[in-house]
């Protein structure tokens, strides 16, 4: 499966998207969103040891180019894509809302696959999650004006941030620690790096399933934002790179640096569109959109980025 698992994405993509079009009540599989994700996540940090962590947090020039990347590059360069939907306030929104905020989920496993620095990324994360939080309603403010910030509520950042990161870290710490002593736990860890793969792909399904007919009815409107969210991934392959040569990190930390750039916090941001006022009701469906984009970015990214991203001859 290892072998074969970009098929598999693929597969597991187009799979979500049949069963999302053609069964009734797709949409109520969104409550099975958080629970696989976390279980993937899980699975991942098992993967991590947790004994490096420390060393990855006193990393400073990594931390230093994925800031940078994130919270001043990025916002430029999303500003600039939201002029092309700048007449419609529900796309610029939704839009805007997505592409600031920075990834603290799959990117981490997309980061591994491609043989980034996901240890040193997995410590950048309560970093990104917490200046997210600060500094988007700034970013806001700033682009669109006082009302994006008026309907802000930073409980489903914290809601998240506990659900997908701390508890699925925590376990995968105690699970880590009991290896040493328990066989028990030592299965678990080989039970579930078996599983990674799988774990993927249902994540991929459920995720395209239970959003791709909100998309499909919207499909004229949002088809404008489908050309922003591709230039987007493409734009932050060589503006992360050159971000990660600059700060001088190797280059697992500049595959690291250019996945935490182009990957979006689009699970995360999706209760906040969706609790948005009628003026923006589009503004969800566009998140998604971005989502299904991005699904799709990340399994050729896996395959091209290491291609792109060569460690220099010795």
């Known amino acids: 499966m290892e072998r074969r698992q970009i098929a598999l994405y ?82 610029v929104f939704g839009v805007l809302l997505v592409l600031l905020t920075p990834c603290i989920d799959y990117v981490i496993v997309f980061t591994g696959l491609a043989g980034g620095a996901a240890t040193r990324l997995l410590a950048a994360t309560p970093l990104l999650m917490i200046a997210q939080m600060l500094l988007l309603p700034v970013y806001l403010v700033t682009f669109i004006g006082a009302e ?31 290896a040493r002593r328990y066989r028990a736990a030592r299965a678990v860890e080989s039970t579930m790096g078996a599983l990674m793969v799988p774990l993927m792909m249902a994540t991929l399904a459920v995720v395209v399933a239970s959003q791709i007919a909100a998309v499909s009815n919207a499909l004229g409107s949002l088809l404008v934002t489908v050309p922003i969210f591709i230039a987007f991934a493409i734009v932050m392959v060589p503006l992360g790179d050159v971000t990660g040569r600059l700060f001088g990190v190797d280059t697992p930390a500049r595959r690291a640096v250019v996945f935490s750039g182009a990957t979006r916090n689009s699970l ?47």
């Open 148 to 178: 994006g910030v008026a309907m802000m509520d930073v409980e489903p950042f914290v809601v998240a941030f506990v659900s997908l990161i701390v508890l699925p870290l925590a376990a995968a710490a105690a699970v880590q620690a009991l």
């Open 268 to 314: 995360v941001v999706l209760p906040l569109a969706l609790a948005a006022p009628d003026t923006f009701a589009i503004a969800p469906t566009v998140v998604v959109t971005q989502t299904l984009v991005e699904l799709v970015a990340m399994v050729v990214f896996v395959r091209v980025i290491p291609a792109l991203i060569r460690s220099s001859p010795e």
């Open 10 to 91: 693929l597969a597991a993509i187009a799979l979500g998207a049949g069963i999302g079009l053609v069964l009734p009540g797709s949409e109520h599989l969104e409550v099975a969103i958080t629970p696989v994700l976390g279980l993937l996540l899980f699975a991942t940090f098992l993967a991590v040891p947790f004994a490096s962590l420390g060393r990855a947090l006193r990393d400073v020039r990594f931390l230093g180019a994925v800031l940078v990347l994130n919270f001043l590059i990025v916002p430029i360069v999303a500003f600039g894509l939201s002029r092309f939907v700048s007449g419609d306030p529900g796309l």
